[in-house]
């Protein structure tokens, strides 16, 4: 299994621009999520899906949005970047017991 | 909405020092978790603590959910340079089909471990 995977694992924009951030997993998880990390902040969660079809929004959701077609991807989507987006952003999925994180992506907005 | 406050922000010890990072919540939690991050690295699930003044042990380290559920502590016994990282508790309100697993994350503890 390859777990949670993250596309792509770096990449700068320009204020404006727009962008996906991919995310898979082969766990067959239902609840997936997306935080964005900087540092001392620890993790802070963007928006969730509890499965196919099922999103909400998280603590900080603005300027994102995503969707769910399927179990297994869960990509995020960023309009209209801003230098406030500058992060590390992580896709995370559970079943019973625990989050399971992808690698990160660390976008930087200039 | 809910809080979870973690200290200290930064622990520097020498190799062989013991270490123990806290957690507290401004809510009453369904569960508390744990999680390592090594630099540069993603958060890796260590522990979930579900009842109330549960203490698990994972070899040198040890986890304790308070009796209110609301603060939990991570202790490190002799900590060695592969325990460096950032350690962070996350709070999960209601059960897992009320609150969709969702986590509320500390701040974390970055620890420095000095040969």
């Known amino acids: 299994n390859a777990g949670v995977t993250q596309t792509p694992k770096f990449r700068i924009l320009k204020i404006g621009q727009s962008m996906t951030l991919q995310c898979a997993q082969d766990?067959?998880?239902?609840?997936m999520y997306w935080y964005r990390q900087d540092p001392g902040m620890g993790l802070k969660l963007i928006y969730y899906?509890?499965?196919?079809?099922?999103?909400d929004k998280g603590e900080v959701p603005n300027g994102y949005n995503v969707s769910r077609s399927t179990t297994e991807d869960f990509p995020l989507r960023l309009e209209l970047a801003a230098p406030s987006q500058t992060s590390v952003y992580f896709c995370?999925?559970?079943?019973?017991?625990?989050?399971?994180f992808g690698p990160g992506t660390r976008l930087t907005v200039l | 909405g809910q809080q979870v406050m973690q200290i200290p922000q930064y622990q520097h010890v020498q190799e062989g020092e013991d270490f123990t990072t806290y957690c507290n919540s401004s809510t009453t939690l369904s569960n508390i978790q744990w999680y390592k991050q090594r630099p540069g690295g993603h958060p890796v699930f260590l522990i979930q603590l579900v009842k109330s003044g549960e203490v698990k042990k994972q070899k040198r380290l040890t986890f304790q959910f308070g009796e209110a559920k609301k603060n939990s502590s991570l202790h490190i016994t002799a900590t060695q340079t592969t325990d460096v990282g950032t350690y962070f508790c996350a709070g999960q309100l209601g059960a897992g089909g009320t609150s969709y697993g969702k986590l509320t994350f500390g701040q974390g503890t970055i620890l420095t471990v000095h040969p």
């Open positions: 995370a999925s559970s079943y019973l017991l625990g989050q399971f």
């Open positions: 766990m067959n998880h239902n609840y």
């Open positions: 899906s509890v499965g196919a079809g099922i999103t």
